[in-house]
């Protein structure tokens, strides 16, 4: 079966439709937090060492883009730079207490809204979604 119209349309109406509800749920729960800062407070939280190249290069984001970003998470205090410990002209994105408490805050929340966007989808659907969805990236990747 043959899937009728291009990929990128697919996805792009469904990161739009995911990206509406998530921002409505935080905006609810008076959450000041954009997709986009979502996603770079949770891989900061899930790398030790990250950097904004890192984040850069990961998210294939602009450089410039990334560091308007986090230096809107700094402003709101979520995201503080400290010196890396083995190369002194890195420095590392951590998050703060705040923004520890702001990540899993959002968490919950974007689970809720996953939950609700699977209502009806079985859990072998959402396993060969999940799969389908590793291999699109796989056959993807640049690295």
Same mark, same amino acid.
């Given at each position: 079966?043959?899937?009728? #119209?291009?990929? =990128?349309?697919?996805?792009? /109406?469904?990161? &739009?439709?995911?990206?509406?509800?998530?921002? @409505?749920?935080?905006?609810?729960?008076?959450? !000041?937090?954009?997709?986009?800062?979502?996603? $770079?407070?949770?891989?900061? !939280?899930? %790398?030790?060492?990250?950097?904004?190249?890192?984040?850069?290069?990961?998210? /294939?984001? !602009?450089?410039?883009?990334? +560091? *308007?970003?986090? #230096?809107?998470?700094?402003?709101?205090?979520?995201?503080? &730079?400290?010196? %890396?410990?083995?190369?002194? *002209? #890195?420095? %590392?994105?951590?998050?703060?207490?705040? =923004?520890?408490? $702001?990540?899993?805050?959002? &968490?919950?929340?974007?689970? %809720?809204?996953?939950?609700?966007?699977? @209502? =009806?989808?079985?859990?072998?659907? /959402?396993?060969?979604?999940? &799969?389908?969805? /590793?291999?699109? +990236? #796989?056959? =993807?990747?640049? !690295?």
């Amino acid at each position: 079966m043959a899937i009728d #119209k291009p990929l =990128g349309y697919i996805l792009g /109406q469904t990161k &739009r439709v995911y990206r509406h509800k998530l921002t @409505t749920k935080f905006r609810e729960n008076n959450v !000041d937090l954009s997709l986009g800062l979502y996603i $770079i407070m949770f891989q900061i !939280d899930l %790398n030790e060492a990250v950097t904004q190249q890192f984040l850069a290069d990961h998210l /294939q984001k !602009d450089k410039s883009i990334v +560091m *308007r970003q986090i #230096k809107t998470l700094i402003e709101k205090g979520y995201v503080v &730079r400290i010196w %890396n410990k083995h190369d002194k *002209r #890195k420095k %590392n994105l951590v998050l703060t207490p705040s =923004g520890q408490e $702001i990540l899993e805050r959002t &968490r919950v929340l974007a689970r %809720n809204v996953t939950e609700e966007l699977f @209502t =009806g989808i079985t859990d072998e659907e /959402q396993y060969i979604f999940d &799969r389908v969805i /590793q291999k699109i +990236m #796989k056959n =993807g990747s640049v !690295d």
